[in-house]
């Protein structure tokens, strides 16, 4: 039968001699394991590198797979569902994808800014009719050179120049890339959840549900900064763990084997393996530094990730059978971790502003560019080159906006309200008159268009369930897996209470997303059971599983029009105004 979330041992971080204090046994009431002293059973190496589940023959006999076929697909499926799910996602999102053709929230920042930086190396000041003209004109129109003062770092925006390279000044054209980065970023989250998971089936339902949710969809179509902010913190993630399962395996090859061949924890080997330069630590460094050069809540990620892996370095050791983990890690890898991500972070974030850095200094160039040799000229540490000062001080102008912005929108949103969908952001809206814009003759009223940013309801309040779950998961039975999700959702989450007074919008919440979509995947395999459960609970809970995800899909389905700017009659519009805050 397919393997669910359960199905890899979640105390693969405790070590072979640890016991557990008898507080923590008592909570096996709860569901806590509390350890023996008995060595667990079984070789060291299957808990430091779980392998992957696979269909059983029961599974092949039902449908009536010959054996040979079936093993086939099962080694064509880790990339083949992967892949077939991320077409789907792509169709999508591609799809009519320069429709609305209008500039819709802030496009009119980051389109024009995209444009404007990979032409001129720095963001500029346009006319006040600039959009109108950049549609009617199909995007010809001059570049001004006068410098703007912006607020967000230039990653995302050469992301979106990119596509408005390639395909013009247009919707299509700034919207391409991050449907792209968009799509491919559901390819990497069924990767992350079938490596995570150890199976296929829950890494694909992973991206799948993150490819019907409507917030990720609309921000996949539409040019804003978080959408690409998501997916450079997915891909950091992603390489992150690919790290976790490298340096768990080089531990695994350095242990010692008995007469039998079975591999045992040992204490020396442990502490004492050094687990080289893990490329793959740093380009995660890299996937942060672009992740901050994007928007500068990038930095709570980065160091919540820091953190994550330190933990998971511990845990490895542990696993290992090491007696000092921590003293372990301290000396062997925390410097690695160090260099491989503040280091490397911060020289991808100053490279991003390498356009502004080479922009003329004579008041021709980047906003603040000449700041040091004018108004900066007596302000100290002269000794500094002036692009480093004036670069430091356009940071700080940038943080005092952040910290004190509280301009009130109509859209604007506490961050408790998020998690249950409570305000979403309209992007585009527009009341077609009957007979015009697919609205039909005979409607009575105006109809509704609009492109709503809210996430699928059913799997957002499905996973406020599932974080319950994965926050039980891992406090009381100490599974790596929930830890991570959890990490992840509380990275891109919690900062925002910090700003509780502060002009902020759901749209931000697109960065936890994944992590959410994980959640649900690891709670539908629980709903699923233990592949060693009796049939009657694996089918009772494959029902309820796969209700769970029809309804979640159905919602996409039925939010589809309010997803991509389809016109509707009034009354459908109505319909789907479930909360009064959604208005």
């Known amino acids: 039968m397919t393997s669910t979330a359960s199905s890899t041992d979640p105390r693969q971080d405790l070590a072979p001699h640890e016991q557990r204090p008898a507080w923590q046994q008592r909570l096996r009431r709860f569901g806590h394991p509390a350890a023996t002293r008995a060595e667990p059973a079984g070789d060291v190496r299957e808990r430091l590198v779980p392998p992957y589940t696979r269909p059983g023959p029961r599974l092949w006999g039902a449908l009536g797979v010959p054996h040979a076929l079936g093993e086939r697909l099962v080694r064509w499926s880790g990339w083949g569902g992967p892949l077939l799910v991320t077409l789907v996602a792509g169709v999508l999102r591609f799809w009519n994808l320069g429709s609305p053709k209008a500039v819709i929230f802030d496009e009119t920042y980051y389109a024009k800014d995209a444009w404007a930086i990979v032409h001129r190396g720095f963001e500029v000041n346009w006319d006040k009719n600039a959009n109108d003209l950049i549609l009617s004109s199909g995007g010809h129109l001059p570049v001004p050179t006068d410098a703007s003062y912006v607020v967000h770092p230039p990653v995302g925006k050469y992301v979106i120049g990119l596509g408005e390279l390639m395909f013009g000044f247009d919707p299509f054209g700034w919207r391409f890339m991050t449907a792209l980065l968009g799509t491919l970023s559901v390819l990497l989250l069924c990767r992350i959840g079938r490596r995570m998971f150890r199976s296929t089936f829950l890494g694909c339902l992973a991206g799948s549900l993150m490819a019907v949710d409507g917030l990720h969809f609309v921000m996949s179509r539409t040019s804003l900064l978080d959408g ?19 340096a768990r ?23 004492t393996t050094r687990l080289g330069w893990r490329p793959w630590r740093w380009t995660a460094g890299l996937m942060l530094g672009l992740a901050i050069g994007t928007k500068w809540n990038g930095l709570y990620i980065t160091a919540a990730f820091c953190v994550m892996a330190v933990a998971w370095d511990i845990g490895s050791r542990k696993v290992a059978g090491a007696r000092h983990p921590y003293a372990a890690v301290l000396k062997r ?13 911060l020289a991808v974030y100053l490279l991003s502003w390498l356009g502004w850095i080479l922009s003329p200094t004579d008041g021709t160039g980047g906003y603040f560019r000449n700041w040091a040799a004018t108004d900066g000229r007596n302000s100290g540490w002269t000794w500094l080159p002036d692009w ?13 906006f952040h910290v004190g912005l509280s301009s009130p929108h109509t859209y604007q949103s506490n961050p408790w309200s998020w998690i249950v969908d409570g305000r979403p952001v309209s992007y585009f809206y527009e009341s077609p008159s009957p007979g015009t814009s697919g609205c039909p003759t005979g409607a009575g009223e105006k109809c509704a268009r609009e492109v709503l940013a809210i996430g699928t309801p059913v799997l957002w309040w499905a996973a406020c369930a599932a974080l319950v779950y994965v926050l039980w998961r891992w406090f009381f039975r100490r599974d790596w897996r929930a830890g991570a999700i959890a990490c992840g959702v509380a990275a891109g989450y919690l900062p925002w209470f910090l700003y509780q007074e502060r002009t902020i919008f759901f749209f931000y919440a697109v960065v936890f997303v994944p992590f959410l979509c ?41 939010f589809w029009p309010l ?14 105004m479930w909360l009064d805050t959604w208005i």
Not at 255 to 271: C, N, Q, S, W
Not at 518 to 532: D, H, Q
Not at 563 to 576: E, H, K, L, N, V
């Open 563 to 576: 997803f991509t700017g389809t016109t509707i009659t009034m009354d459908q519009w109505r319909a789907r």
């Open 333 to 345: 890898d925390t410097g690695l971790t160090f260099l491989a991500t503040v280091p490397v972070a």
């Open 249 to 271: 395996e080089r531990l695994a090859a350095a242990l010692p084997a008995d007469a039998d061949g079975r591999v045992r924890p040992d204490a020396h080997t442990a502490e």
């Open 228 to 246: 690409v902010l998501m997916f450079f913190v997915v891909a950091a993630f992603g390489c992150l763990l690919i790290d976790r399962d490298r």
């Open 388 to 400: 480093v000062r004036s670069l430091w001080h356009y940071e700080h102008e940038v943080y005092k």
């Open 518 to 558: 994980l959640a649900v995947a690891m709670l539908v395999g629980a709903i699923i059971g233990p592949p060693g459960a009796s049939d009657t609970r694996r089918v009772a809970g494959a029902t309820g599983a796969g209700v769970l995800v029809l309804l979640i899909v159905w919602n996409f389905i039925y």
